[in-house]
């Protein structure tokens, strides 16, 4: 398998960590713990399983949200001495709603039907043969915003929020390089900044909602309705 390295944003997870599963990936994948402000134990957890060649903690005092915390710990793994040994970087949900073995998966469908891709994104495809444990709610809501995106910033994508992606090296620093404009869809955000680069969807084998997530809060759909606009906007600047 073609060398991977994860960043795992981190907010108030300990209840959520299974440091055991990510223990099982070691000398396969290397994991960049991003711990964005967390006001529990989430800090002392990651400490106590950081290793120089499998795990890293960054550690952002204050919570500055998912978007900045992937980008810092891009902006970490960018720096690091062995940069150029891994094939690809990424970022995954802490609590693995999609499962770490999609990842052979991504990079399999990438080889056969995506071979020129320098992005994967894995989406939530409900379909024959595939386990997509998705509430009612998130998946109506999810759709209505996919229509949103599609129409005003004419994304092609099926979904662009699945918190699952890869890249190769050279596309990082045009895709988290700037801080971002959006803190609640700064995915959407990266797929618009990478341009010319080729993204290949990877429909999922396996996704579940993993209790604890607050994505269908009124305060968070506020929020992605006011980065919409703040995107929109940004273009005529």
Request: aromatic fraction near 14%.
């Amino acid at each position: 398998m073609e060398k991977a390295c994860l960043i795992i944003p981190c907010y108030n997870e300990s209840a959520r960590l299974d440091m055991a599963a990510f223990a099982a990936w070691q000398g396969k994948i290397r994991f960049i713990f991003v711990n964005d402000g967390s006001r529990d134990n989430t800090l002392e957890i990651l400490k106590q399983h950081e290793d120089k060649s499998h795990i890293a903690v960054v550690d952002l005092k204050k919570n500055l949200g998912k978007a900045e915390a992937v980008r810092q710990g891009m902006l970490h793994a960018v720096n690091m001495p062995d940069f150029h040994d891994f094939d690809w970087y990424g970022y995954w949900d802490a609590d693995m709603a999609t499962p770490l073995s999609e990842i052979e998966n991504f990079l399999l469908y990438r080889k056969d039907f995506a071979p020129k891709a320098d992005v994967i994104l894995g989406s939530r495809v409900s379909r024959l043969g595939s386990s997509i444990a998705r509430s009612k709610l998130r998946y109506l809501t999810g759709r209505i915003f996919m229509n949103i995106f599609r129409a005003l910033f004419k994304i092609k994508a099926y979904d662009t929020q699945c918190g699952a992606k890869l890249f190769r090296p050279e596309t990082l620093k045009a895709a988290f390089e700037k801080p971002f404009i959006s803190r609640w869809i700064f995915d959407l955000e990266v797929i618009m900044r990478l341009g010319d680069f080729k993204i290949a969807e990877y429909p999922l084998q396996k996704w579940k909602d993993i209790k604890g997530s607050k994505i269908s809060s009124f305060g968070v759909m506020a929020g992605i309705i006011g980065d919409i606009i703040k995107l929109y906007f940004s273009r005529f600047r």
